[in-house]
């Protein structure tokens, strides 16, 4: 086994280590930035990288089986997880490398303003307990907004997806009956609604039904031009969901990192705190084939560092500079060998 990559880096004279392609899978949060990272990388190193966007869980599994070099996962893994893992390949660092908001996408005609939403009222919807849109609950929450009286579309992710699992962890930090009958994980047993696959699934469906609800990234809804509301963070202050709210979450959540860098930023402190962000992670294996080491942590430390810059264009929020200097030591834990 050899030393930390770092030290490989330095210690070789192709920045690539030979290796022209690496292969990623998982997160459809990210897609969209990794389609962008993997341009310019491709570009500018030579490098190529083919990165499937399958859901969070599909992609965990392929790094499992060893059928891709890193699996991205809106969440991060369990602690059976890591013992899985470090069985296979020594264990797993968890990279995170760009961070964004879930947003409550929803179709109703004929309103002119954003509508505000609660953890509590967003909890009950998803419980199926508010089943119309001009509920007591809702119109409190809109007083300058006449909802119509029309059946609210509950639709949610059927595949295993790290959006569900941000989307879910905050429900479960809002809602006590949430926590207790349904929890928080990457797949759960929806009390109500459709299932549809991928982020890509739920803004088709949300977008031509009359009266649905979701939860998609904010791309997939600027994208698809969804109406997307405001949520009421922990200080009682109704959040849009920008780059700037995501930011100011993670900074709100920083001083709570844990040192293998699993954590999650729902429902932070901050008034200015967007109360449903998320972090993707590159996953990868800690004992990495010799052909790809150098490869593989050349193209993460870069996403990390000089990619960065291209998240706002994407409506992704930056690493805080703070968490990029633990990343940096997360990086160094990568070694080559069998």
Not at 167 to 184: F, I, M, N
Not at 294 to 322: C, D, M, S
């Amino acid at each position: 086994m050899l030393g930390g990559l770092s030290m490989i880096t330095l210690g070789c004279g192709n920045s690539s280590g030979g290796t022209k392609r690496l292969n990623g899978a998982g997160s459809s949060f990210v897609n969209d930035m990794m389609l962008k990272w993997s341009s310019v990388y491709n570009k500018e190193k030579g490098i190529e990288v083919n990165y499937q966007s399958v859901g969070s869980g599909a992609g965990v599994e392929k790094l499992k089986d060893k059928l891709v070099d890193f699996g991205c996962s809106d969440a991060p893994l369990s602690n059976d997880q890591l013992e899985e893992f470090k069985k296979i390949g020594g264990g797993a660092v968890h990279i995170p490398v760009v961070m964004g908001g879930v947003v409550v996408a929803y179709n109703l005609t004929g309103l002119d303003r954003p509508l505000r939403f609660s953890g509590p009222t967003l909890a009950d919807i998803f419980l199926g307990k508010i089943i119309k849109w001009n509920d007591a609950a809702l119109q409190s929450l809109n007083p300058d907004v006449k909802l119509p009286d029309k059946s609210i579309a509950v639709v949610h992710r059927s595949d295993g997806s790290g959006t569900t699992d941000i989307w879910t962890d905050y429900l479960c930090k809002v809602s006590p009956e949430w926590k207790s009958k349904v929890g928080r994980h990457t797949v759960v047993e929806w009390p109500c609604g459709v299932g549809q696959k991928g982020s890509e699934g739920i803004s088709g469906h949300v977008g031509r039904t009359e009266g649905a609800i979701g939860y998609v990234e904010l791309i997939y809804a600027a994208k698809n031009n969804i109406p997307y509301g405001l949520v009421k963070n922990k200080e009682g202050e109704f959040i849009k969901p920008t780059l700037e709210s995501v930011t100011a979450a993670a900074n709100g959540a920083l001083d709570e990192i844990p040192e293998d860098l699993r954590y999650s930023i729902t429902d932070p402190k901050g008034k200015e705190s967007y109360p449903i962000s998320g972090t993707t992670w590159a996953i990868v294996f800690v004992k990495q084939q010799p052909d790809k080491a150098v490869a593989l942590n050349e193209f993460l430390r870069w996403i990390t560092h000089e990619g960065q810059k291209y998240a706002a264009e994407l409506q992704y929020a930056a690493l805080p500079p703070r968490l990029v200097e633990r990343v940096d030591k997360k990086l160094a834990l990568l070694t080559a060998g069998n």
